[in-house]
Every structure is written in C-alpha cells, then in structure tokens.
C-alpha cells in the first residue's frame, strides 16, 4: 500500500471538569486514538454519540491541541507552530456536523467562498474569482450556480448548506477531507446525495476522507475501512467487508445487530433511518472510566481479564485487528454465535 | 440583520425620537437666532416669569429669558455630552472586551481585573469628585470623565459575547481554513453585535445626558453654557418649584425623561429581536389575535 496521507498515532484527548469540587478531574474523551488515511480512500469511524468521535476529528483539524499522540501528515510530524498550522489548514479541512451552525448567517455564499478561496491565493479578485467561485459551486452540484451565488444561508435548505460547506472546504485544495457526521443533521431525502458527493470527491479529486458517523449502515454504504469506537477507544476497525461480514468485537456485533438493512436504510423514508438503536445500555461515564477495557459492564462476553486490563490488539490476516481479550483467549469463537 | 431590527416598531419609535433630538442638537442654535430671533440668555424685561403665551411659547424664567429657547439651545450641550461620552465609552469598551474574550489567556486575565476594578468603583461620586476638582471644565472635559465610568459595563458584555462567538462553528470553520485573527474579529465576530453595540451605544448616551444633567444641577457642571441640566439648576436655585414657574423646569425634565423613553424602547425591540423565541411567538399570538377581532367584528355588527 502507498504511504498514508494523514496518520496519528496514540491520539489522547482530556478535557478538563469545570465545576466545584472537580479540580484536576478530567474528561478521557479519546484514549489511544489510531487513524490512518490514504489517497484516495475513506476510512469511516463509527461510534455511539459520545464516543470521541468529534474530538478525534477536531484534533485532527488542530482545532484544539491533544493531550498526547503524534499527528503526521504525509510523513512529518505536525506543530501548533501559527505558520505551521496555516500550512496544515491547506491540507486537511473539516466539514462540521450542523450546517446551520458552520456558516456565518451574515455572509453571502459569494463571501464565504471568496474568502476560503482568497486566503490561499491572495492575488486572486475580480473575474478570476468569480469563475473559481462558480466552479467550487459546480463541483458540489449547485446548479444553476449563478442562482446560489448571491444567496445568504438563510435561503438555502440544510443540504444545499452542507454542500456549501463542503465547497467551502475545497476551495483551499486540500488532500484530506474530515466529515463529522456530514450527513446526520439532513433530510433522509438527500443524505444520499451528499454521500454520493464524497464518493465522487473520493474517486475524482483522490481526497483521503475520514467519515464519521452514528450509523453503520451509512459506513457500510460509502467506505472502504471501518473503524469503530466505543467511549474514547478504538475497539476495531479493518476493510469494510470483513469487519461487516464477521465483527471481531462484541460491541461492533451489537452495533451491526441493531442496524437496519442499509439497502432499506437509504432508500426508505421513515425518520428513525441511520439511528443505531437505544437498547444496547448506557455508556460508560468518561470523567471515571471502568478500568480495563471499557465495554465489559455491556459485554455478554466480559471475563475477569476484561474488568483489568485493556487488551493488545489482535491482527487478523486480511488486516482486521480488535481489541478483545476473547481473541487473546483463543475464544474468538463464541462470536459467531447469537450472543 | 439591520433591516430586521428596523421593522421592529419599538426600535424605529425610539430611533426617530434619537434623530429628532440630535437634529435638535445641531440645528438648534441656529434655529433659534434665524427663525425665532432670540438667544437663551435675551432678557424681556415685560415678561419676568411669564406662563406660556403667544409671544413665549413656553413662558419665560424669572430673570426673564425664554424657556423655549433655552431647552433648544440646552440640546446641544446635553446631547453633545452623551454622544461624545457614549462614543468614547462604546470605542473603550469595544477595545478592551473583544480583544479579552478573544484572545484569552494572560491578555484576558489582566484586562478583566482592570474592568472588574472601574466597575466596582463608586463612579458617580467620584465622576462627581473629579468634576468639582476641574471646576468648570469645558463639555468634552465632562464627556470625558463619564465615559470613563460608563464602559466597563460594556466592555464586561462585549467579552462574553465575543468569547461565545469565538467559540461558534463558523467562526472555527474560518479559522481552520487559514483565516487571520483580525479578519475572525472584524468580518466573523463583531457584525453580529451590531445589536449589542447599538443598544450599549444608546444606554451609555442617556446615561451621559444623565450625569451631565445632575452634574449641572450640582452647580459642578460646564459653565457658561446651556444645557438642560443648567436650566433645571437654575430653576431650582431661584425657586421655581415654590412659585408654581412649572414651565421653567417641566420642558427640559421632559425632554431628559423623553431620551430616557426613546432609549428603554430601542432596547425592548434588540431585545425581541435577538431573543427570537419570545417575538416569534408574540407575533403569531398577535396576528391570530388580529384575526380573529376582524372576523368577530362583523358578526357583532350583525
Ligand atoms: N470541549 C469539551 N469540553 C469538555 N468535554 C468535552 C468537550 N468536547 C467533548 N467533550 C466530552 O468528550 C466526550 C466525547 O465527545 P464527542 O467527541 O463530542 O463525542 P461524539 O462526537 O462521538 O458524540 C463526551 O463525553 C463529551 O462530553
Ligand atoms: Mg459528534
């Protein structure tokens, strides 16, 4: 395989507790976060809300620092360094869950597009920009495009918002794309489309996209690799077919059981699609983590390893790797079963 | 954003009355030697203290000057004095809150405790100290001095709101595509506090027409000058209240009470616009209630 574009290693992230009588008391929101992203590929990172998801996008973006791990893009490793980041900016950019929230109110599409297309290319005005401007628009299918240049956010529905963003985000040229549940906030009607959009980003432009999602069915639709996360821990992750077909970890298996077919899924209209369901027990609290690995006080699976220690990881020949202590124990097995 | 705020009848009441004084303000004095041919300080030696007639529209002071006169010449220097110490007040507080909620860190922490310290000091008293220490000081010397109690308040609202806006996914999104601080500042951040800016703005003027008014009536105040503050010093020195001249002090009270009003109702409207919840459910109430009324009426016609 060729060298990944965007690679971090042993990602962590605490945030602090505010609050009386929490001092030095923090949030484990990421713990040992791994991803790797290649040209031309989408990895998917599913996980409950509240799993870390957005903080492992956001660290990736350097919107905020984290408290441990390197991040590498092609190869080097990254600085918070001002110049270092601006450079880093023109490389990775984030595409944000809500659309409504991700595009100053007060600006016009031909503003916010300009600027994102001014601030890396300084010289560029008149003519020149408007015809980059409309060609950001074609490239998301905005047409006609001179109808959406001159419109504020406030005249364009949530899809054409995100397709906006997206615009936005492509006008610097980057390599890597970071979606944080790109889709979830939309009408059922048109989350296709907008996965369609990446796919074609994907295969046209070759961007390395990080897909998060809630949903596996909408992973399984649009990626190449799954990773999945379950509060702040990576707990598997490998090419889309073999986690899909034969889940290595408990919580992955639980996730794909109470998953709607994706066929339906996407093509169905009924509001509840891409919602994993709610009965698969509460979360763990993050600020005081269960020792060892974090999903035993759901797993119908848990041993007393499991309440000590969290696992190695285990590699599987076709590239899936878990971190399940039933697989150090040689009782991978007991999976294939219903649990 | 703008045109929303003026479709609120509240806020283009308040604005109108805001225009009508400052136009007073300039146009006063000039108004007042053209058209009425008089200065605040001619004396009509066969009106001492007259009520409201043709010739005094509304009366005459006891040493004999017209009130009418007087209250629009005093406009100038109320209204001078509460844009002058609003602007100073807004431009101090714009300066030194939305840098501190942007920026942060030790930055923030110093320009906080330097707010914190102005606005725990006693300001009228010692506005009124150091006024009565530059014993008739000129207008801008006292716009000065309000202004320098008037913006902690607003610099304390401005680094709130700036540090929520700084925080809101547009604002990071630009940011994150290379975007320079002062561009985030000026072309992200503060258009959306127009609002508050224009609110605070209004409140820190009345609040200068204010103090300059009790200044002036402390006998502390410019010298020389008109102002309503003045007038209404003078009436209460010469008795006015006791001898029933209600004319004397009514009219610039009024007007000080009238700016007051205009001021209360700008903010009501930025208030219902900004708390979009309340007025859009006031709206819809209002309008069904419309409704109905015009369809009952008929029938009770009938
Ligand atoms: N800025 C923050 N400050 C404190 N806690 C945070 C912050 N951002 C996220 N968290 C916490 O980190 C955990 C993971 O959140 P998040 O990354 O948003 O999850 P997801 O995107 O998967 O729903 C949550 O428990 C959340 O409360
Ligand atoms: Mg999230």
Redesign the interface.
């Known amino acids: 395989m060729t060298a990944p574009v965007l690679e971090a290693t042993n990602l962590s992230k605490e945030f602090p507790v505010h609050g009386r009588g929490s001092r030095g008391t923090t949030v484990k929101a990421v713990q040992n976060a791994n991803v790797t992203l290649h040209k031309g590929s989408i990895v998917a990172l599913v996980g409950e809300s509240g799993s870390g998801k957005t903080t492992v996008a956001r660290m990736l973006a350097l919107a905020y620092p984290q408290t441990a791990g390197t991040i590498r893009l092609n190869g080097a490793e990254v600085s918070h360094a001002r110049n270092a980041e601006r450079s880093y900016f023109r490389q990775v950019q984030l595409i944000f869950q809500d659309p409504f929230a991700s595009l100053n109110p007060l600006h016009k599409v031909r503003y916010t597009l300009g600027r994102a297309l001014r601030i890396h290319q300084r010289t560029l005005r008149g003519k020149e920009l408007e015809e980059q401007t409309l060609e950001l628009l074609r490239k998301v299918n905005l047409t006609p495009v001179e109808q959406f240049i001159d419109k504020f956010p406030h005249e364009l529905s949530g899809g054409q918002r995100q397709r906006i963003v997206i615009a936005r985000a492509l006008a610097v040229r980057p390599s890597v794309l970071l979606g944080d549940e790109p889709i979830s906030m939309l009408d059922v009607s048109i989350r296709l489309d907008i996965l369609n959009l990446l796919a074609k980003l994907r295969d046209e432009e070759g961007l390395a996209l990080l897909y998060i999602t809630h949903d596996i069915a909408s992973a399984r639709y649009l990626c190449d690799t799954i990773q999945v996360m379950y509060a702040g821990q990576m707990v598997e992750g490998g090419p889309r077919d073999s986690v899909i077909q034969s889940p290595k970890h408990p919580y992955t298996k639980l996730l794909l059981d109470s998953s709607p077919d994706p066929g339906r899924s996407l093509r169905s209209g009924d509001t509840g699609l891409f919602d994993v369901a709610d009965d698969l027990g509460e979360p763990p609290n993050l600020v005081d983590p269960p020792s060892g690995c974090q999903f035993h006080p759901r797993c119908p699976f848990a041993m007393d390893e499991c309440r000590q220690t969290f696992p190695e990881r285990t590699e599987f020949p076709d590239g899936q790797w878990a971190h399940c202590w039933l697989h150090q124990k040689d009782r991978g097995h007991v999976l294939e079963g219903k649990p | ?1 703008l045109n929303g705020f003026l479709r609120n009848s509240k806020v283009r009441i308040g604005l109108g009355v805001f225009a009508a004084f400052l136009l007073l303000a300039l146009l006063g004095p000039w108004f007042v030697s053209a058209v009425m041919h008089t200065t605040p300080r001619t004396i009509d030696y066969d009106a001492l203290g007259q009520p409201p007639s043709a010739k005094h529209l509304l009366g005459t002071t006891l040493p004999g000057s017209d009130v009418l006169a007087q209250v629009i010449v005093g406009a100038r220097g109320s209204v001078f004095v509460g844009i002058t110490s609003a602007v100073l007040a807004t431009v101090i507080a714009a300066l030194v809150g939305v840098p501190s909620g942007f920026l942060g860190g030790r930055l923030d922490h110093g320009l906080t405790a330097f707010t914190n310290l102005f606005l725990t000091l006693p300001s009228f008293a010692l506005t009124l100290i150091i006024a009565g220490y530059v014993q008739g000081a000129a207008w801008w010397v006292i716009a000065l001095i309000i202004a320098a109690f008037e913006w902690p308040g607003g610099a304390r609202t401005l680094r709130s709101q700036t540090m929520s806006l700084r925080g ?7 940011r ?4 320079s601080k002062t ?1 985030l500042v000026f ?2 951040v503060m ?2 506090m127009t609002g508050i800016v224009s609110a605070m703005f209004l409140r820190a003027c009345v609040a200068g027409v204010f103090a300059e008014a009790a200044l002036s009536f402390l006998g502390i105040g410019t010298t020389g000058s008109v102002s309503w503050g003045t007038i209404i010093s003078e009436a209460q020195g010469q008795s006015a209240i006791l001898n029933g001249l209600w004319w004397w002090f009514v009219p610039p009270g009024l007007c000080i009470a009238l700016l007051g009003t205009a001021t209360a109702l700008v903010n009501f409207g930025i208030d219902e616009i900004s708390n979009p919840r309340l007025s859009a459910a006031n709206r819809k109430l209002m309008k069904r209630f419309r409704r109905a009324a015009r369809t009952a009426e008929p029938e009770v016609a009938r």
Do not use: S
């Open positions: 954003m809101r996914d547009f604002t990071v999104a630009m994150m595509l290379g975007e561009r072309a992200e258009p959306h």
